[in-house]
């Protein structure tokens, strides 16, 4: 399967052929959807802490005999219905919420994700992508030449999430260039992963070679 390789000013200057096992797996939701999950819930810092009843001081003392006084029967002061008492069903730091992915599992599911990307025309491949000095000036001239790419117009427009550049190794200018555009990420090909293919509507990959060989040496 050939793809359209364009300069980064906005033109065409060739073809490159694209792995099926890359970008040629067909779209399954239902592993999609396991491991996004996963992956988000791995992420999450488990920090939120609170007290059940039994963590509250106090409360040993019950407050009013069981009978004979016309109110409610309560054992402590520290039951959740009170104020000062416990929290009940709050959330808890000693709360694992790391869930396992299989390797396997996780790159079919970011293939995926990246191949329906494709089929739908929301991949760009740029032949390179050099910018001599760290300026946010030239990133958004970057933007506008690709925003007249047939199928890329809105994505100068696109308010937030907009394109995710991957790149084929580190690179200062590209990312310090693009890091005062809120609507646009970069990264490198050997990083990317399910989540971000989720998130930003298009995915521009630069150094196509170089970047989809590091695309399928994570999938081994």
Avoid: C
């Amino acid at each position: 399967m050939e793809h359209i390789v364009y300069n980064q000013e906005g033109k065409e200057t060739g073809k490159i052929t694209l792995p099926p096992a890359v970008f040629g797996v067909s779209f399954n939701a239902d592993l999609i959807h396991q491991v996004a999950t996963s992956l988000t819930s791995s992420a999450r810092s488990g920090t939120a802490h609170t007290k059940t009843r039994g963590d509250v001081s106090g409360g040993g003392k019950k407050p009013w005999r069981q009978k004979g006084t016309g109110r409610a029967r309560h054992g402590s002061t520290r039951s959740p219905i009170w104020v000062g008492g416990g929290v009940a069903h709050g959330p808890r730091s000693d709360k694992n919420y790391t869930r396992k992915v299989n390797r396997q599992m996780k790159n079919k599911a970011f293939y995926s994700a990246l191949s329906t990307k494709l089929r739908d025309g929301e991949v760009l491949f740029l032949e390179n992508l050099t910018l001599s000095k760290i300026k946010t000036k030239d990133a958004r001239e970057v933007l506008a030449h690709v925003s007249k790419i047939p199928g890329f117009e809105s994505v100068e427009k696109k308010k937030a999430n907009s394109a995710f550049f991957v790149t084929a190794g580190k690179s200062a200018s590209v990312e310090k260039s693009f890091r005062n555009i809120g609507n646009v990420a970069v990264g490198e090909a050997r990083n990317l992963n399910l989540l971000d293919v989720l998130t930003y509507k298009y995915i521009v990959v630069t150094n196509p070679p170089e970047s989809i060989k590091a695309l399928t040496r994570s999938s081994k």
